[in-house]
C-alpha cells in the first residue's frame, strides 16, 4: 500500500518511522474530534479484510433536500461516530471492510446504507456490544434510530 506509506509520513502524523497508532476497535476520541484518514487507513490495514460497497438499504428515496440533513439530532450522531474507530472500516475511500452494512460517505443521507437491522445492531437495541457505538448517550441515539424506523415505516 504505497499511498499508505505516504500518508503515515505525513506531516502531522506521529514520528516518521515510528509504526501509526492503531485505536483499538471501540476507542473514541473526545467530542469535537475526529479520526484522521491515516490513523483509519492504518486500522483497515491491520484489520486486512477487503474492502466492501453498499448501496441503499432504506427501502425509501431521499428527498431532494432532505431535513435529516440539517436535524441537530442526525448532526450529534454523525459527529459521534467520527470520534471512534467504528468510522474508520465504514468510510468507503479508506477502504473500509464494513462499508457493505453501513457507509459513512453514503450520499446524501449516510444512514440510508444501513439497513433498520443493522441500525438497531449499531445503536445497542440487540445486544451486540462489539457492534454498538460506544457512545455517552445511548438513550439519545436510540431515540434517533427508533425514529427514522418511524420515519422508514411511513414512506
Ligand atoms: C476493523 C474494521 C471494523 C471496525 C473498527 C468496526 N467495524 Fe463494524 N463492521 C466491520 C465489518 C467487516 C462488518 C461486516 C461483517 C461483520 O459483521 O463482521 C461490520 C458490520 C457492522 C455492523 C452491521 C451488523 C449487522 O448485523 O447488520 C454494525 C452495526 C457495525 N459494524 C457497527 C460498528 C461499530 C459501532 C463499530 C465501533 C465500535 C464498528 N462497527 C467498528 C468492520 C469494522
Known sequence: MVFFSFLACAPGERDSGA?????????????????????CRAVVEEDGRLPTHGGNKSGTEPDPVDPRL???EFLWMTAEVR??????CHTE?????????????????????????T???FAG??????QT????DLE???AWVEAEGIRREAR
Open 19 to 39: 509504526a501509526p497508532y492503531v485505536p483499538r476497535h471501540n476507542e473514541c476520541l473526545p467530542e469535537g474530534e475526529a479520526m484522521s484518514e491515516a490513523t
Open 70 to 72: 440539517s436535524d441537530p
Open 83 to 88: 470520534r471512534c474507530t467504528c468510522s474508520c
Open 93 to 117: 475511500s479508506w477502504g473500509g471492510p464494513g462499508v457493505y452494512y453501513w457507509n459513512l460517505e453514503f450520499a446524501p443521507v449516510w444512514t440510508d446504507s444501513a439497513s433498520s437491522w
Open 119 to 121: 441500525l438497531s445492531v
Open 125 to 130: 437495541l440487540t445486544g451486540e456490544a462489539n
Open 133 to 136: 457505538l460506544p457512545t455517552d
Open 140 to 142: 439519545r441515539l436510540q
